[in-house]
C-alpha cells in the first residue's frame, strides 16, 4: 500500500470541514455517517477530535466520558484529539485541577489516548500520520465502521438505530421498545418519533431528512 492507498473515512459533520480537506490532499478521504467518533483511521483505531474549549464543555456537561466509553467500545485503539490553546488558557470558569483530574482519568481508567495540537492543520497531519501507520506500517485494512462486539442480536440492532444522527444508544433503545423493531423505527413519520421520550421536533426532523434525501455522490469521493 503506497500513500495514495491510505484512507481515511470522517464523520458526515467533519467532511466538509477544513480538516477533512487538507487530507484530501494527502490521502483518500471519504464521507460516511460515523457509529462514534469522527474519524476513523484503521479497523481498530478511531478518533475523536475536540477543541479545548469543547473539551472543557464537556466535562463541565458531562458528555465526556459517555462518549469515550462509546469510542473505546467501538475501537480496540480509541483516540482524543484535543485542538486549540491550552486547557489552562481558556476563559471557561472551571477549576484547574477538575481538569487534571478530567485529563487523568481519561488515560488512567478509560484507557483513551490523548494527542494535543495547535490548529487544524496539525490536527489533519497528525490524522494521516496515524492513518498511515496503521495501513501501511502495520497493514492495517479499515472497515467502514468498527469492529464493534455483539452479545446479541438487540445490541445489533440498538447499534443499526443508533447509526441515525443525534441518536445514541439509549435514544436507540429507546425508539425500539417504542415502534418493536428497526424498520418500523426507519419507517416512522416525523410526528411519531416525537411521541418517543427524548426525541423531539428537532431529532425526529434530522432523521427524517436524511432517510428521505436521496444519495448524492460527495465531493470528496474519487
Known sequence: MNQEEVIIYADIREAASSIALMLAKKCAVR?????????????????????????????MDGRLFRQLHELKAEFEIPILIIEGQSLFDTEILIHPNAIRGAVAAVVADVRVGMIWTKNPSETADMLFALAKREQVAEKRG???????????????????????????T?????????????????????????????????IARVVRRLLERKYEKSILED
Not at 476513523?40 to 478518533?47: D, H, I, K, P, T
Not at 469492529?147 to 438505530?161: C, I, R, T
Not at 415502534?179 to 427524548?198: H, K, S
Open 170 to 202: 439509549l435514544k436507540a433503545k429507546a425508539l425500539l421498545k417504542h415502534f418493536g423493531t428497526p424498520e418500523a423505527v426507519f419507517t416512522a413519520d416525523e410526528e411519531a418519533l416525537r411521541q418517543v421520550p427524548g426525541i423531539g421536533e428537532g
Open 142 to 168: 479499515i472497515a467502514i465502521r468498527g469492529k464493534a462486539k455483539f452479545l446479541s442480536e438487540n445490541q445489533q440492532q440498538e447499534f443499526v438505530v443508533a447509526g441515525l444522527p443525534k441518536i445514541s
Open 31 to 59: 464521507e460516511k455517517q460515523l457509529h462514534i467518533g469522527d474519524y476513523q483511521l484503521s479497523e481498530r483505531m478511531g478518533a475523536e477530535r475536540k477543541t479545548t474549549q469543547d473539551f472543557i464543555s464537556s466535562i
